[in-house]
């Protein structure tokens, strides 16, 4: 496994980091879920990222008890902020962030995260009140550095512009071969403000592995065939989608790797991604994950790969 430092933050993180949206505490099993972290932990990956909202606390409790006994230096927890967690607690007043990161570290049971990111930008919220109360929670050591997921490159700059606070360290947007909108203005902003990517569904939720075939029903213990897991990925299971994915596999076979390390190696290219978040429902899909680390493809390839999926519609 190799390491990319995180913005501006002394956190080395590992290129290939595990999830656990939809996974762990919802739509995996126990052992599964438990089997993939150790195994993620063996290979080298330092950094979990979950988010209070997941399972409205589920995955979060669940990373508490499958992280304990880990020595805690040895692993960068990256948690989030502002989703619904039901009895009107949602957003990133000053409130919320005090109540929020309290519930993340008891589930967690942690004393700190490495990560507190804002999940979107609240526009109910001043953000002034929003970093301040962030800056707050940095200072009291409840965590070492702050981030964002999916803000606009206005919201990053009136951030990056308030005097007295914290400064962000990352940005967690989806980026894939399939999703590209990062690379217009988030990633080159980012880049000049010491702000690395850590990217979000970068197999785009397992449709860029090349195991959903165009016409057939996806197959038995797949995310796209889980009830409890499968919505969100409905957009990206349009035949036309899943066509020019099969036309990327002659790609990966003539790099010699799996059409999964090949899309991650794609992500990977970009200087200014630190990590690709992967989720994994099975440890045998950590193994295959994590062997895109350190890939050298030839960049020619991956110009074909992209021309192929430039005109596939955005799920
Ligand atoms: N900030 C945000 O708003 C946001 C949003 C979404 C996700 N995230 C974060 O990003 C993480 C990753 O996102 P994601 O889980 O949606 O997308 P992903 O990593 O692109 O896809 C993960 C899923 O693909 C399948 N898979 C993984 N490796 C595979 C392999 N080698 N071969 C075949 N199938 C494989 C597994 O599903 P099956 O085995 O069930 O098919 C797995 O759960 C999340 O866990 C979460 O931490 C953040």
Same mark, same amino acid.
């Given at each position: 496994?190799?390491?990319?430092?995180? +913005?501006? &933050?002394?956190?080395?993180?590992? /290129?290939?980091?595990?999830?656990? @949206?939809?996974?762990?505490?919802?739509?995996?099993?126990?052992?599964?879920?438990?089997?993939?972290?150790?195994?993620?932990? /063996?290979? +080298?990956?330092?950094?979990?990222?979950?988010?209070?909202?997941?399972?409205?606390?589920?995955? =979060? $409790?669940?990373?508490?008890?499958?992280?304990? +006994?880990?020595?805690?230096?040895?692993?960068?927890?990256?948690?989030?902020?502002?989703?619904?967690?039901?009895?009107?607690?949602?957003?990133?007043?000053?409130?919320?962030?005090?109540?929020?990161?309290?519930? $993340?570290?008891?589930?967690?049971?942690?004393?700190?995260?490495?990560?507190?990111?804002?999940?979107?930008?609240?526009?109910?919220?001043?953000?002034?009140?929003?970093? /301040?109360?962030?800056?707050?929670? *940095?200072?009291?050591?409840?965590?070492?550095?702050? +981030?964002?997921?999916? @803000?606009?490159?206005?919201?990053?700059?009136?951030?990056?512009?308030?005097?007295?606070? /914290?400064?962000?360290?990352? &940005?967690?947007? %989806?980026?894939?071969?399939? #999703?590209?909108?990062?690379?217009?203005?988030?990633?080159?902003?980012?880049?000049?403000?010491?702000?690395?990517?850590? *990217? #979000?569904?970068?197999?785009? %939720?397992?449709?860029?592995?090349?195991?959903?075939?165009?016409?057939?029903?996806?197959?038995? !213990?797949?995310?796209?065939?889980?009830? $409890?897991?499968?919505?969100?990925?409905?957009? #990206?299971?349009?035949?036309?989608?899943?066509?020019?994915?099969?036309?990327?596999?002659?790609?990966?076979? =003539?790099?010699?790797?799996?059409?999964?390390?090949?899309?991650?190696? #794609?992500?990977?290219? =970009?200087?200014?991604?630190?990590?690709?978040?992967? !989720?994994?429902?099975?440890?045998?899909?950590?193994?295959?994950?994590?062997?895109? &680390?350190?890939?050298?493809?030839?960049?020619?390839?991956?110009?074909?790969?992209?021309?192929?999926?430039?005109?596939?519609?955005?799920?």
């Amino acid at each position: 496994m190799r390491y990319r430092k995180l +913005g501006s &933050s002394d956190l080395s993180v590992s /290129e290939i980091s595990l999830g656990s @949206w939809l996974t762990y505490g919802v739509g995996v099993d126990r052992d599964n879920a438990a089997a993939c972290v150790r195994r993620a932990l /063996e290979l +080298g990956v330092n950094l979990i990222d979950t988010a209070n909202v997941y399972g409205r606390g589920a995955a =979060e $409790s669940f990373l508490g008890e499958a992280l304990a +006994g880990v020595p805690r230096q040895s692993y960068v927890l990256a948690t989030k902020l502002m989703g619904d967690m039901g009895g009107g607690d949602k957003g990133l007043s000053r409130a919320q962030v005090f109540k929020q990161i309290d519930a $993340s570290l008891t589930r967690l049971k942690v004393d700190y995260v490495d990560l507190y990111q804002c999940h979107r930008y609240d526009p109910e919220t001043p953000l002034e009140e929003t970093m /301040e109360a962030l800056s707050e929670v *940095v200072r009291q050591g409840k965590a070492r550095y702050l +981030g964002f997921s999916e @803000w606009s490159p206005q919201n990053i700059r009136d951030a990056f512009a308030l005097p007295g606070v /914290e400064r962000f360290v990352s &940005s967690q947007p %989806q980026y894939s071969l399939l #999703w590209r909108r990062p690379e217009k203005e988030v990633i080159p902003l980012c880049a000049e403000k010491g702000v690395s990517q850590i *990217v #979000w569904s970068p197999l785009a %939720q397992g449709v860029l592995s090349g195991k959903y075939l165009p016409g057939d029903a996806p197959a038995a !213990g797949t995310r796209a065939a889980s009830d $409890s897991m499968g919505a969100p990925i409905k957009g #990206w299971m349009r035949p036309e989608t899943l066509e020019a994915v099969q036309k990327l596999k002659p790609l990966a076979a =003539e790099a010699g790797c799996t059409l999964a390390q090949f899309a991650l190696a #794609w992500v990977l290219r =970009e200087p200014n991604v630190a990590s690709a978040i992967v !989720g994994a429902s099975r440890p045998q899909q950590v193994d295959d994950n994590c062997a895109a &680390s350190g890939l050298v493809i030839d960049p020619a390839l991956f110009a074909r790969a992209e021309a192929i999926v430039a005109g596939v519609p955005a799920r």
